[in-house]
């Protein structure tokens, strides 16, 4: 099965691999599988599967991610645009899902 690629997305998603304990935190949440353990260190498995909900930054422990939520997510950019307001999905409140 292909999966899709958002593409030119994920571009400002970073991680500060001196920062990381590997705890697996990002890669639990991601619903894309776009990151992955390599040798104990959260690494980008495929940047264009990113939709840059902020899901991994929200839950890392050690603030070792950073990506600009909301910019790649085809939901929160329709959302900003119907709302006249900056892009939001609206799926994080209460949950430990989107910032
Ligand atoms: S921003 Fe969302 S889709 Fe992108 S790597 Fe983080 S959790 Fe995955
Ligand atoms: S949640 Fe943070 S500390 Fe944990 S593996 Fe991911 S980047 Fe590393």
């Given at each position: 099965?292909?999966?899709f690629?958002?593409?030119?997305?994920?571009?400002?998603?970073?991680?500060?691999?001196?920062?990381?304990?590997?705890?697996?935190?990002?890669?639990?949440?991601?619903?894309h599988?776009?990151?992955?353990?390599?040798?104990?260190?959260?690494?980008?498995?495929?940047?264009?599967?990113?939709?840059?909900?902020?899901?991994?930054?929200l839950?890392?422990?050690?603030?070792?991610?950073?990506?600009?939520?909301?910019?790649?997510?085809?939901?929160?950019?329709?959302?900003?645009?119907?709302?006249?307001?900056?892009?939001?999905?609206?799926?994080?409140?209460?949950?430990?899902?989107?910032?």
């Amino acid at each position: 099965m292909t999966e899709f690629g958002y593409i030119k997305n994920g571009e400002t998603l970073s991680i500060r691999i001196e920062a990381c304990t590997g705890c697996g935190a990002c890669i639990e949440v991601c619903p894309h599988a776009v990151l992955e353990l390599r040798e104990s260190k959260a690494t980008i498995r495929d940047r264009t599967l990113c939709m840059e909900c902020g899901a991994c930054a929200l839950n890392c422990p050690m603030d070792a991610i950073s990506v600009s939520v909301g910019v790649g997510c085809a939901a929160a950019i329709i959302r900003g645009k119907l709302s006249g307001g900056p892009p939001s999905c609206d799926c994080g409140s209460g949950s430990s899902c989107c910032g």
